[in-house]
DNA sequence: GAGGGAATGTAATAAAATAACATCTGATTT
DNA sequence: AAATCAGATGTTATTTTATTACATTCCCTC
């Protein structure tokens, strides 16, 4: 990506603060006291740092959350374990997964783009206090 | 599951009738020939129908789609090929992928209640007669 | 400093999902 | 048969998420 213009930054650094996923408008809840004032400003902040690989998008969620890596720009899927209790979110290694997706695909002669890997459980902290 | 009741039985005929996707308005405005006049009785329908196993549910494109299988009930998870142009969805053998996924999982003492696996991309059929 | 493309601001609206509350239905118990 | 109760329904209103449409500003290039 070139260079982030102010609105992007405001919106990374507000999902990088805990690397947790926020919905756009708790986004744009934090962000009134930068200016922001309408969805749209957050949108299109978003779309961007999507595209560039800087933030995911959690589709089970309709969430946000900051990339947990350097180089996701350079890879185009992502893998996530959502923590039910404790809505914590942990970005995984999808070599495995992924080579497992395109095995499949390739059997039905789907060309793969983009794949939505979200894994919903419990994390091991929880588990170990709780038996949920 | 026991027994359907009589909005689950449209709501799922609806689905059935062509294996697509359907969102739920979509699905509500499909059925108000039937009586249907409130999402709920959609929704109220979906929830159950995809708590058996029947319907699966999209998160990526926010849809619901009926099972293309049999036995879905039995099994916790299901994984899509979605293709991008004709919007045909293909339900996939997830076995190798559910392993890839319960290793990495392991691998962080996380506990699997529920894979969603969705895999947006380019259908056989459409690679053929174009190359998008 | 004029032109043009990207980024912004703002208001309005659409789409997806849920909350709250009243009612009905059918099985079971008394 | 009347009382009871759980599950399913009906209906209205509201919340949450996302997009459309259009005016304005900023910055780079010529």
Redesign the interface.
């Known amino acids: 990506m070139s260079e982030l213009t102010r609105n992007q930054s405001l919106v990374l650094d507000a999902l990088q603060s805990d690397f947790q996923p926020a919905s756009a408008y708790t986004l744009l809840d934090r962000l009134r006291d930068h200016g922001f004032k309408a969805p749209l400003q957050v949108y299109r902040a978003l779309e961007k740092l999507v595209e560039s690989g800087l933030v995911h998008r959690l589709?089970?969620l309709n969430a946000f959350v900051a990339c947990q890596h350097d180089g996701c720009g350079r890879h185009r899927a992502a893998?996530f374990?959502i923590?039910?209790h404790c809505k914590s979110v942990?970005e995984?290694?999808?070599a495995?997964?992924q080579?497992?997706?395109g095995?499949?695909?390739k059997?039905?002669?789907?060309?793969?783009?983009?794949?939505?890997?979200?894994?919903?459980?419990?994390?091991?902290a929880c588990?170990g206090r709780d038996t949920g």
């Open positions: 589709e089970s893998a374990l923590c039910e942990t995984f290694d999808h495995r997964v080579r497992a997706i095995a499949s695909a059997d039905a002669g789907f060309t793969v783009r983009r794949s939505v890997i979200e894994v919903e459980g419990c994390c091991a588990e």
